[in-house]
């Protein structure tokens, strides 16, 4: 098949699958609101595939949803007709999230406003444990307790790496979202899980210390240097650090081998080699951050919210987070804003982006597509963009113009502008497990138990070992 067909055959696939959309939503108004009665026959299928322009497969794939839905009854050899106390018959949907995704995206609200809009289907929630995602929702999976989750796209990674991707159900492209957000969960030209929020890693700093000291503000040409000498007459002794971060997050540290501007690639040996290289630069900055005394605090923290925490108790003066850990700071009672992070040889930052994904296996696929439509349409969207600090995934959501009703930085836009400079942990090329043996000797030298020679060595050799 040519070019120019394959695109057509897709561009009409995709056509029909609109208007059989429009014929299950049409029909489902129309029974919901009492137009049509319980006990009436709907046309005939021929009748129907006229009204709608589509095929009698199409017509019956239509109709089948509406089964599904407890909405109509097929009679063999009669025609489908509508089914009684359809107000009754409800489709459980069982929709698997971390808890903070509720108050960074305001999900709760729009459950509520879908339960409105769809009496018939009823949204049951599941709680996923942050730890051992991906185990645990192949669990649920298995089980059929899961038909809707989130997921990140670092989980997502982790599900091909491991060949779990049969979990998920392709869907197709929503024109309505940013293009590199459905590229983080495209998966051989397939798309497997809908974009829902994103953020970009960024730089939040307190407003107040900074003119309380006299220093200008963070601004995009910021190196990490420039970040640390601000950071020492940020810090107070007994009162407050400059800089924190929690190191050891997955969306924290690669930050740094990403700015270094190169991947973790075999030579034409075939080997790797890391030492005397900018990654190995990269390395040794995180290190100089953490031992900056008085500057960066030394304790150990369990998570990115120990941050944001720190943060508001005005202790710290500058962190690194996200667009979802603002949500951590509405209670803040100073003025605070937002910066692209300092850059070390190349202006880059990791993106992070959370997704909705319907299970391959679920018994209600019609009704969990309808709800991850939902929450991705326009409207949901805007309810996350004025409620909360959390990024839509649609363009058009995010261009909301109106009364403000919670504190948002003055310079909450700056994602659009930095957009060029948003990377994926794909981009080191390597897996979770190669991911996890650089992340194991780095915290060797961090700790000053191997300087950054041994350090090299081991990862070089651990990474051939592990490619061989």
Sequence with gaps: MSERNSVEGKASRKTFRIRLDEMANILREEILSGKRAVGEFLPSELD????????????????????????????????????????DKKTVVRFGYHPSTNEETGLAAMISEFHEKYPHIRVQPVEIPATNFRNSVKEYVDADLLDVFTINQGSFREFIENSNVNLLEPCQPNPGVYPFLSQAFTHEGELLVQP??????????????????????????WTWDDLLEHAGKLAVENERFGFYFHLLSNNRWPLFPLQSGMSFERNGQGNYEVYGSRLADSLEMCRKIIYM?????????????????????????????????????????????IAPLPYLYEARTLLVVIGLAVSRKSKVKEAARQLVNFLQSHSSQSMMRQNTLSIPADKNAVEWRGEESLYRPSRYNMFREIVPTYRLLNDL??????????????????????????TCRNIEEALNEEQA
């Excluded at 210390?209 to 963070?218: A, C, K, Y």
């Excluded at 500058?318 to 209670?331: D, Q, S």
């Design 196 to 221: 829902f929020s994103f953020s970009p890693v960024i730089l939040c700093y307190n407003k107040e210390h900074f003119e309380d000291r006299g220093l200008s503000e963070p601004y995009s040409g």
């Design 293 to 337: 005394p008085d500057v960066f605090p030394t304790m150990l923290s369990a998570s990115n919210a120990d941050a944001e925490e720190l943060f508001l108790n005005g202790k710290v003066s500058m962190i690194m987070t996200t667009y979802f850990g603002l949500n951590e700071l509405k209670g803040a009672t100073f003025d605070y804003d």
């Design 429 to 454: 090329s390597l897996d979770s497990k190669q991911l996890g043996i650089v992340l194991r000797e780095a915290k060797l030298y961090w700790s000053k138990l191997q300087n950054i020679q041994a």
């Design 48 to 87: 129907l595939t006229k009204q709608f322009h589509l095929s009698n497969k199409s017509v019956r794939k239509a109709l089948d949803i509406l089964v599904e839905e407890g909405l109509i009854e097929k009679i063999p050899k009669v025609g489908n007709r509508v089914a009684s106390s359809t107000q």
